[in-house]
């Protein structure tokens, strides 16, 4: 694929730079909505109606019939308050493009500029995701249940790595980003005096029971081959200094690449909580839910587009962080790359206020989405034959 032109990628660079001086949170992302929607009816490509509250669905339909493929991007920002030196600085207090989701969702924009002038040439349609509420609010879901993405034969996104060089792009087939799940727990005991513990049954020491037992799911249960998290990381009990309160509660989050060891994660959770609990004399209270589950790449797709990218691939290093794609990726065979936005020795990670993401990234992330499109048509074109 040729390089982008320098004209586009200003362009796009200098929209970037709009969207991160007005970011909005996840189900908020109004205003960023109807700017994308303002551009691409600009640019004649045209908008599905959809009964998504924010984000949008748009579409470039080749001259011939064949595959329906999609890329996404996520456009919601993150409650930070931005703490970088940057012209283009967050003007909405306590909200950043903290995960650079605006160098997303504008490269998205530059590689539906450039397969809509490519239109013609086109076998199969394309559709152009700018997916909400994907750092909190199951946004993924939202255009599930909407029917978004129904007859959508392969999906492929990518995230940007402020830990890897401008530009180089990681990819392979698997699991790339852990799921992650929520879990909060309450312990109900009888509160009585500080001072006549014999009277009451104490929730505070259940709870360091529990806490310390669960440390052995990793550490005793878990296949050490396999990577699991699981950090208690709020814990809240009492009022004052001289009363044992009634109730404890503490939450955390697991961590898992593969079904498997979510199912041993979850299992071993329930017990070591409810019997400890229950050997204390008290009783718990286990709410777990679903934050995002693990990032699997499907290996033909992964394959397919890997093989069409004009620049050589690295093999990702696997992280604990999760991403709101695995959503499609459980309905739909999918893809999901990374693509290096930084690199400095003291680079800023995601989510941290002083996150800077290179606009050096966009030309790249342009010609992945734009490459994987001809990749991925002629793939399933070729099938058809």
């Not at 599905?48 to 001259?63: K, M, Q, Y």
């Not at 290093?317 to 695995?326: G, S």
Request: aromatic share 8%.
């Amino acid at each position: 694929m040729d390089t982008v032109k320098t004209s586009l990628v200003d362009e796009i660079v200098s929209l970037r730079h709009q969207f991160h001086q007005y970011p909005e949170l996840s189900n908020q992302e109004f205003a960023t909505t109807e700017k994308i929607k303002q551009i691409l009816t600009d640019w004649n490509i045209p908008i599905v109606e959809t009964d998504l509250d924010t984000g949008l669905l748009a579409e470039i339909r080749g001259n011939e019939a064949g595959a329906t493929i999609a890329l996404r991007a996520d456009i919601d920002a993150l409650p930070v308050t931005e703490q970088t030196n940057l012209p283009y600085k967050s003007k909405n207090d306590g909200v950043m493009h903290a995960c650079g989701h605006d160098i997303h969702f504008s490269s998205l924009l530059g590689a539906a500029y450039l397969l809509n002038q490519q239109k013609d040439s086109l076998k199969g349609t394309v559709r152009l995701l700018f997916q909400p509420a994907e750092e909190a609010g199951h946004g993924g879901d939202q255009v599930l249940n909407k029917h978004a993405l129904d007859g959508v034969q392969a999906i492929a996104g990518f995230h940007n790595n402020p830990t890897m060089p401008v530009g180089q792009i990681a990819l392979d087939q698997g699991p790339l980003m852990a799921g992650c799940y929520r879990f909060v727990v309450k312990i109900h005991g009888n509160g009585t005096h500080g001072a006549q513990p014999q009277k009451g049954t104490d929730p505070i020491v259940t709870q360091a029971a529990i806490i310390s037992q669960l440390q052995t799911i990793v550490s005793r249960n878990n296949d050490p081959f396999h990577a699991v998290v699981v950090s208690v990381t709020k814990v809240n009990a009492g009022k004052t200094w001289n009363v044992i309160p009634e109730t404890a509660i503490f939450e955390g989050t697991a961590r898992t690449f593969y079904e498997e060891d979510t199912e041993l994660v979850k299992r071993r959770f329930f017990e070591i909580v409810n019997n400890t609990a229950q050997a204390f004399g008290q009783k718990a209270e286990i709410d777990w839910t679903t934050g995002a589950l693990p990032i699997d790449n499907d290996p033909e797709i992964t394959q397919v587009v890997a093989s069409g990218l004009s620049q050589p691939v690295v093999k990702p290093v696997l992280t604990m962080t999760a991403e709101d794609f695995a959503t499609f990726e459980a309905k739909i065979p999918g893809t999901f790359a990374f693509i290096g936005s930084n690199g400095a020795k003291d680079a800023a990670d995601l989510h941290d206020p002083h996150y800077v993401g290179s606009d050096k990234t966009i030309p790249v992330a342009i010609n992945y989405f734009v490459e994987t499109v001809h990749s991925l048509l002629n793939h399933f074109n070729n099938l058809e034959k």
